[in-house]
């Protein structure tokens, strides 16, 4: 079993910046794929990035290319979304999601552990 706890979100103005972070407890956290995912209201849940094991590769979502980024320290069992050049569109909960598998699809439904969720809230 894994836990996973979230932390990090708050209230920032459009372009500034926050750090997500996720920390796991309960397995071996070298051995899980680390994926964010976000949930604005009355909208349906999106994969915002993945990062592997290793941290050697990572996906992101088209409209957070190049402004936010998905890393992991294994040895501190966290894995972390930082978030520059934040919009309004940005607004959502924000989860960070654990997966068995090597690459856990874009939907979700691969992961096997969540976190509780952090509200993330972007004014113009």
């Known amino acids: 079993q894994v836990q996973l706890v979230n932390s990090g979100g708050g209230s920032v103005q459009a372009g500034g910046s926050l750090r997500l972070s996720c920390a796991a407890s309960?397995?071996?956290?070298?051995?899980?794929?680390m994926g964010w995912f976000r949930q604005a209201a009355g909208k349906e849940r999106e994969a915002v990035g993945r990062?592997?094991?290793?941290?050697?590769?990572?996906y992101y979502l088209d409209s957070v290319k190049g402004r936010f980024t998905i890393s992991r320290d294994n040895p501190k069992n966290t894995a972390y979304l930082q978030m520059n050049s934040l919009k309004p569109e940005d607004t959502a909960v924000y989860y960070c999601?654990?997966?068995?598998?090597?690459?856990?699809?874009?939907?979700?439904?691969?992961?096997?552990?969540w976190g509780q969720g952090t509200q993330v809230t972007v004014a113009s």
């Open positions: 990062i592997s094991r290793s941290a050697g590769v990572t």
């Open positions: 309960g397995d071996t956290f070298s051995s899980l794929t």
């Open positions: 999601a654990a997966s068995r598998t090597l690459y856990p699809g874009r939907t979700g439904r691969d992961y096997d552990y």
